[in-house]
Structure formats: C-alpha cells, structure tokens
C-alpha cells in the first residue's frame, strides 16, 4: 500500500443514484476538484527547502470512479457514471459529479479513482480535445507541465503518468471533526471536495510525514542540459547515487523504487486528498 494521504458547490445536481427509499427521507451529495494555491498559482521558494519557485502551467487529471456506500461491501448509495478529465490549474472548484435522491444517512465508504480513462471521458470545463488525444495518446491518468527557477536558472517539465490509482475510505473535516465519507441529510447537499496536492511530486521521502520539498535532484537530472527535465532523464538517476545532503528520498516500504522517474511516479499517486487536508488510502489498482 503507498503511502496514507488525503468546495463548495450548489449547482448541477445529476444522476439519481438510489433505488431504494428510507424513512430518514433523502438528500444530496455533490464532489468538486480543486488544485489549491499551489497548483493554480505557484509553489513558492520559501515552501522548498532547496529554494526553487515551482509554477505549473497545466495539470490535467483524469477523475472517475467516485463512490459512496455504507461499507467497502455494501452497494454504492451513488457512483459516477463516467470520468471526467479536469485542468486543476485553472482557477476554482470544478463539479466533479452530484447525485440527488440518495437516502439520508451516513456513508463511511468514499473512494475514487485517477488513471488512463481519457477516451471515455467527459471533458471538463475548459478541457479542449486536443488535451483529451494527448492523454490518450500517452495513456495517461496524469498530465503535468510547468517551471521550476531558482535565481537566473529555469528547468522546464513535462511528466505524464500511466498509472491508476485507488484513493479508498477517505475522510477529512466536516464541521470542525474528521469524518469518515459523507453525511447525507434529509433535504440536504453534503458537499465535498477532491482535493489535488502538487506539491506531493516534489516530497523528499515517500511516506514520512516530515518530508520536504526538493528540487535540486530533479533540476541536476538534465543531462543534456537543455532546461528540459524529461521523465527519461529522471529515470537515469539512481536514488543511491544522490547526496543525502540534498535530503533522504526515503522510500519507506515501496518495492522497486530504485531511481528518480519512479520516485516521482510513486509520488504522484499520493496527490489526490479529500475536503483540502483529509485522507484517503491511495493503492495502485
């Protein structure tokens, strides 16, 4: 298992996903994504322990897969019924999928999925077709660019994942507690988000909760010395070759994670979190 990681929106209500009734009436629930600060602006170099400015330029997921239910074994209250691909760099909440008409009580068991499902699915707000091929092309779930500068220096990247990833019984802050899921009450909306941390692609340790963000590893890995960081070059560091002055990159229990391209690939399965700061259990599926 990898490491345990972890908006409001009114509008939209779709599919009804409930077949059954119950005397406690029915309500509402409603997932939005959001990429924070950090995605939709900038990593500053005061949050990196190296000191780079990490500015990404697209960050493109593809969400699908969300699931409410009363139990890992129980059938989903709601589910959505396709995915849908999101640029969390463009500002804001984006609805991710609602559903009206489920019975009101609690539901412990929320999960979702980021992987290659691009071809089936719906584009999200400002998402173009052309971003659509370029998923599916590369058989990507995950498609990120941007910059990273420190003092006259810029490195450029562009990384696509092609892994899928389960992100299972998350639970986060509802009301001042954590809360596992999402609490469905009678003529109610619960509202929740699906919360993309990029910072996680740049953690100096795998699943230590003291990690830092780096760049100095990532930027020494254009060999070419082009200002171009490809996945490639990155795949051609070898973990026991880094300093540990430029920090641990601790893989913890991780099996086979021997160089710098899949660090970074085992680190972007740790981005999705739940309602900002919650968590989910994020396992490869």
Not at 92 to 104: D, W
Not at 226 to 253: F, H, W
């Amino acid at each position: 298992m990898m490491k345990r990681i972890g908006l409001a929106l009114t509008a939209m209500l779709g599919a009804v996903a409930a077949c059954s009734s119950s005397d406690d009436g029915t309500g509402a629930v409603s997932f939005s994504t959001y990429g924070e600060d950090y995605i939709e602006k900038e990593i500053p170099a005061a949050d990196v322990a190296d000191g780079w400015t990490v500015r990404f330029t697209t960050f493109l997921v593809v969400l699908g897969d969300v699931s409410v239910a009363e139990s890992a074994t129980a059938a989903p209250a709601a589910r959505m019924p396709k995915p849908k691909i999101f640029d969390v760099h463009r500002p804001g909440p984006k609805l991710v999928f609602a559903a009206s008409g489920v019975p009101a009580r609690a539901y412990p068991h929320v999960s979702f999925v980021i992987g290659p499902q691009a071809a089936a699915a719906d584009l999200g707000d400002g998402v173009t077709e052309a971003e659509r091929k370029r998923l599916v092309d590369g058989g990507y779930g995950m498609l990120v660019s941007g910059t990273a500068s420190k003092g006259d220096v810029t490195k450029r990247f562009t990384w696509g994942f092609r892994g899928t990833t389960l992100y299972d019984r998350c639970e986060g802050d509802l009301a001042g507690k954590t809360t596992p899921g999402v609490l469905v009450q009678n003529g109610g909306t619960d509202q929740a988000e699906l919360t993309i941390h990029g910072d996680h692609l740049f953690y100096d340790d795998l699943q230590a909760p003291e990690a830092k963000l780096r760049f100095d590893n990532l930027a020494g890995a254009d060999a070419n010395a082009d200002g171009e960081i490809t996945l490639e070059e990155l795949g051609a560091v070898r973990l026991a070759t880094l300093s540990p002055e430029s920090g641990p990159y601790g893989t913890g229990s991780a099996a086979g994670v021997n160089d710098l391209r899949a660090y970074v690939e085992a680190l972007s399965r740790t981005v999705g979190h739940f309602r900002g700061e919650g968590e989910c259990f994020a396992a490869p599926r």
